[in-house]
């Protein structure tokens, strides 16, 4: 993606691009991978109070980074709700807390939810990251001790208490109380008491293919079928996002065995039960700003792939694709890649859908490059002129990035294409650039790099957004470079003055990895797009021109396909060259002052 730039004969107006972005995190339910003791003891019984005695133990080896207790008392079965909260310390493995509570004592029973967060968890308030993982309904009578044992699996209840009745789940939900998962009772159990698979959820999924077939119903609808290969090592069950424009209608095997699912908020939980490949049928509303657009492409950068199929959106989940796109109204063609055997992260599967009959329509072909890659730009009616201006250097751009970074990894035709409502996006290999920027070339190089950064090698989470931003934009102002001869001198104060309008006392490389969403990184965005570029113009300038382009070639080839991090890179540029990168990361990517030029 490209955000906004000074140099109008270059960039263009600045437009405003992150509006879009203020979305929730999707909500991700915690591994259970430690097992707590809960013991509840009455101790005391003095008219209609009942003062109780409880005990939480780590017995597992995972650190609790947060424990909850919701006790929900009711007068009557199905009325009277009142929930209080205690909320406990982070627990190491081996350690117990313990405290008392005073309870009404209810005419008809007292619940207790207990709910876990564990230390890989980011949100500090749990509300969109908790795991219900099960409930058990302790009578009101409290003549002994009794005991909760949450295992990996969930609960397993007193013996003489049962699982809570799915009416009272439902009103809780009703109320607002507890995001519930509801595979319970030792994740055997499904909501309705029945006996199901396991569903004990687990979210190092990792989704290897897909191939989705989309009918956009000639304007009318939109619906599809996602066929979805797993990880082989997936176990339990799968995860997936799912935003609110798309509704799933059922899930198969790919032998046309149904499969238990469901659907919580904007996740979609699969029983794998041993398959890897599964069909999901969903159709597909129109989104607002995510998914399919009403102007007719589509949009998931950075986190939204969930709006157009069920998806995992992590950066570093890789995916090869096959795409067929069909039912667009009468003299409309969309343009997409067909197929991608690099796993590439799940934002990049894309299309735009236009007036470009059999793709060859409001075209212009623009050669092959140095690597045999066959180059096109498409626009909208009226946009050859910008096209042209904007795209007559792209071949010799593309062909230097091949050159310095290695084979492009997307297939042998790529281009730009008029389309999208932000100044670019890296959808490769048939990347959007918005109809009104096409005719500046910058737009086209910094989306074409992607091709190599970002998409070609991937983020390892979105605390690295840098790798992908920076170097695109770094590579970008070299193609700058390279296109119009720019002499030294002069590509000096263009730095400067690039460096006037959009460096920010901001951190481009927060610490962690997924310790914080794509939004929260984002934050004031040039950051990583600008002062990452710094950066690279840094080292670059430290240990020469060429021996910098050795290193970037390095890196990409030895990880194209994969995920990887900043530190990576970092540690590249020290392995080949000797040189200590660490002042200038931690004067340009880690602190906020902004250093002196490079």
């Not at 046309?256 to 904007?266: A, S, T």
Request: glycine share 10%; with cysteine; charged share 20%.
């Amino acid at each position: 993606m490209q955000p906004i730039h000074f140099f109008g004969r270059y960039f263009g107006f600045r437009p405003t691009l992150f509006s879009l972005l203020a979305l929730p995190a999707l909500a991700s339910a915690a591994p259970v991978g430690a097992d707590l003791e809960l013991s509840l003891v009455k101790v005391q019984q003095d008219g209609p109070e009942q003062l109780f005695h409880l005990r939480v133990s780590n017995v597992g080896q995972m650190t609790s980074k947060g424990v909850y207790l919701d006790i929900v008392e009711s007068s009557e079965f199905s009325v009277g709700y009142a929930s209080s909260r205690s909320q406990m310390d982070s627990l190491e493995p081996g350690e117990t807390i313990a405290f008392t509570r005073t309870l009404s004592a209810p005419t008809f029973r007292t619940e207790f939810f207990l709910d876990l967060a564990f230390a890989n968890h980011s949100d500090t308030d749990h509300t969109n990251n908790r795991l219900l993982v099960d409930r058990c309904v302790l009578g009101a009578q409290w003549d002994e001790s009794h005991a909760i044992a949450v295992k990996p699996g969930g609960f397993e209840c007193s013996p003489d208490y049962g699982p809570a009745e799915p009416s009272v789940i439902a009103h809780l939900e009703s109320l607002g109380h507890s995001p519930i998962i509801a595979y319970r009772s030792r994740c055997g159990i499904d909501a309705d008491g029945t006996d199901g698979p396991d569903f004990c959820p687990n979210p190092a999924t990792g989704m290897e293919h897909l191939a989705l077939e989309m009918d956009l119903g000639g304007g009318e609808s939109i619906s599809a079928v996602a066929d979805i290969q797993l990880d082989p090592s997936v176990d339990d069950v799968v995860e997936l996002a799912v935003r609110d424009v798309l509704t799933v209608l059922s899930v198969e095997r790919d032998t046309g065995v149904p499969v238990r699912f469901e659907r919580r908020d904007e996740i979609l939980f699969v029983a794998r039960d041993g398959s890897n490949r599964f069909d999901i049928t969903y159709t597909l509303a129109e989104g607002a700003d995510r998914g399919v657009l009403a102007t007719g492409e589509t949009l998931t950068w950075p986190d939204s792939c969930g709006a157009l199929f069920p998806c995992i959106s992590d950066p570093s989940d890789g995916i090869t694709f096959e795409l067929d796109v069909i039912g667009q109204a009468f003299g409309d063609h969309s343009l997409h890649a067909v197929s991608v055997d690099t796993p590439s992260p799940a934002y990049m599967l894309a299309w735009a859908t236009g007036p470009w009959s059999a793709g060859n329509l409001n075209r212009i072909s623009l050669g092959r490059s140095d690597g045999g890659v066959q180059l096109y730009a498409w626009y909208q009616p009226g946009g050859f002129a910008d096209a042209s201006s904007g795209t007559g250097w792209l071949r010799t751009v593309f062909s230097f990035y091949e050159n310095i970074l290695g084979p492009y990894p997307f297939g042998d035709e790529a281009g730009s294409v008029a389309a999208g409502p932000f100044a670019g996006m890296e959808h490769h290999p048939y990347w959007h650039v918005r109809p009104d920027n096409m005719q500046y070339p910058y737009y086209h190089f910094h989306e074409a790099a992607h091709g190599w950064f970002g998409n070609g090698v991937r983020l390892a989470c979105w605390e690295d957004l840098v790798l992908s931003e920076g170097a695109a934009t770094y590579l970008g102002f070299r193609g700058l470079e390279l296109a119009f001869e720019v002499p030294q001198a002069q590509m000096d104060q263009i730095w400067a003055g690039l460096a006037d309008d959009e460096l920010v006392e901001a951190q481009a490389w927060p610490e962690g990895c997924g310790d914080v969403g794509v939004v929260d990184t984002l934050g004031v965005h040039s950051q990583h797009y600008y002062r990452g570029a710094f950066f690279l113009r840094a080292v670059e300038r430290e240990v020469g021109r060429a021996t910098f382009d050795a290193v970037l070639g390095t890196f990409f080839q030895q990880r194209v396909g994969t995920a990887a991090s900043m530190q990576d890179l970092i540690d590249t540029i020290e392995a080949e060259t000797g040189f200590d990168a660490e002042p200038l990361t931690q004067a340009w990517l880690r602190d906020l002052p902004i250093p002196a030029l490079p």
